[in-house]
């Protein structure tokens, strides 16, 4: 054998450092061939047809069809991969927007139905139900108060 053979196990550091290069490349692997994997199912323009031969194209041969998949299909894997990482932004920012609005709290609440009962659209029995409901968690929409209220005719 050679001096190069013996060079990893000549040195116990060096061989900690092959073990750790193989061990990343093997969860690389897997991270690669799962992302695959998730692509071919998340392609809505694929068939079910083209969904199940390229499944068992990476799966029965899965060093090869994952290489050609990569090459056939990776620059749509990358745009369909940005399409959700954008439509997951726009449903989070749509949800912070619609509960920082919606959000009022029961002062706001009872704000305003102070207002409406000094306006005398609500008599004092609407406004106490509508204040127990306030306080006890519900929303002054669900209150009965809130379709007598100048918005609610």
Do not use: H, N
């Not at 061990?23 to 392609?43: E, G, Q």
């Amino acid at each position: 054998m050679t001096a190069q053979t013996y060079l990893a196990y000549d040195y116990p550091l060096l061989s900690a450092f092959w073990t750790m290069l193989v061990f990343f490349l093997w969860i690389m692997w897997f991270v690669l061939l799962f992302r695959i994997v998730f692509d071919i199912f998340r392609d809505d323009t694929m068939s079910g047809w083209g969904k199940a031969g390229w499944l068992v194209f990476c799966i029965v041969l899965p060093f090869v069809g994952v290489f050609v998949y990569v090459v056939a299909r990776g620059k749509d894997m990358g745009r369909r991969e940005a399409s959700q990482a954008r439509r997951q932004q726009q449903a989070f920012d749509d949800y912070v927007r619609q509960t920082a609005r919606g959000g009022s709290s029961s002062v706001d609440e009872l704000s305003r139905l102070s207002e409406i009962r000094a306006r005398g659209d609500i008599t004092d029995e609407e406004f106490r139900k509508a204040k127990d409901l306030v306080l006890s968690g519900s929303t002054a929409s669900d209150s009965p108060a809130s379709a007598t209220s100048p918005s609610g005719r």
